[in-house]
């Protein structure tokens, strides 16, 4: 039986004097803000050991917070006539473009709109179903605010085939992002394992407590003084891997208020990071194959003022 859960954070320096809401919003990544107003109306966070449910209430530096999440309802995924762009398809898997904003699977507070419920409408219920009822056809994920490319079996063989080459780490996942500040090398890589921040269990954190090794590699591809624009290529998938190695070597991803700052510049609305490039050995015909994207237009246009402004 699925248990309740409590989180207890901190306020810091960096989200004082923020909503209630939002911090929570901010800590808590998938879990939608709509249902975290839902649990402060109910009284299920507390401030320093009481109860409460202003929902505006600016938090202060050194106050504790805590909030307490239901055990899970079970879900049961909807197919939804939700528009998807499609980069390829087959009879074996999908290559799909996600758009930022886009939650992969549905979980507590989004139950639907999920990128799973388009593609139970798209595909007619034929995904694998080793990941279960609310994940059809998932074999990796990435995360809401990050878009870009991502493989999808529709049998169940495809997704153990795929799911080998993720674990061998044959499968090409490149990446771009534009950071904060100038690196002093063209290139270089970040060998640091990654588990939950033993200070900040909402958080993933370069720890060597209850880890797994991590590795990401990283060029430059245009420099603007206080930001540049790399590509990263992930050796190993862990949650939210760019983004914590990034924040741990001093270049967290602009839009990124969970490992960056919390006021975004240039207007981003979510970390700006796209999964372009997605190159694969297809489960049945054994041949490799390798796709690209475009940079959404919010990326390319934030591109453009840093472009201006260099």
Not at 13 to 30: A, I, M, N
Not at 96 to 121: F, S
Not at 186 to 201: F, K, L, W
Not at 242 to 269: C, E, F, N, S
């Amino acid at each position: 039986m699925d248990k309740i859960q409590k989180y207890t954070f901190v306020i810091d320096e960096e989200t004082q004097s923020t909503r209630l809401d939002l911090v929570l919003s901010l800590q808590l990544g998938e879990v939608s803000r709509s249902f975290i107003q839902k649990l402060i109306d109910q009284g299920q966070v507390s401030v320093d050991g009481k109860v409460c449910r202003l929902k505006k209430y600016k938090v202060s530096l050194g106050e504790a917070i805590e909030i307490t999440l239901p055990p899970p309802k079970e879900l049961k995924a909807e197919a939804e006539n939700i528009p998807i762009e499609i980069v390829y398809e087959d009879d074996d898997l999908l290559v799909v473009n996600k758009p930022r904003g886009m939650v992969v699977h549905p979980a507590a507070g989004n139950e639907n709109g999920t990128l799973v419920n388009a593609l139970m409408y798209h595909c007619q219920g034929r995904l694998s179903s080793i990941n279960g009822v609310i994940r059809p056809g998932i074999v990796h994920r990435i995360d809401k605010d990050t878009s870009g490319l991502l493989m999808i079996a529709k049998n169940d063989e495809a997704h153990k085939s795929l799911a080998a080459q993720l674990e061998k780490h044959t499968i090409k996942r490149s990446y771009q992002a534009i950071v904060y500040n100038n690196f002093t090398e063209d290139e270089g890589t970040v060998d640091a394992p990654i588990g939950r921040d033993p200070s900040n269990r909402l958080r993933q954190a370069v720890t060597y407590s209850n880890s797994k090794e991590a590795y990401t590699t990283y060029r430059v591809l245009e420099r603007f003084g206080r930001f540049t624009l790399i590509e990263a290529v992930l050796k190993t998938g862990r949650t939210h891997q760019i983004r914590v190695h990034m924040a741990y070597i001093k270049h967290p991803l602009l839009g990124d208020t969970v490992y960056g700052p919390k006021k975004p510049l240039y207007g981003a609305q979510g970390q700006m990071l796209h999964a372009k490039t997605l190159g694969f050995v297809h489960p049945s015909t054994g041949e490799y194959m390798e796709f690209d994207s475009e940079l959404p237009e919010e990326f390319q246009t934030i591109l453009e003022k840093l472009r201006r402004d260099r």
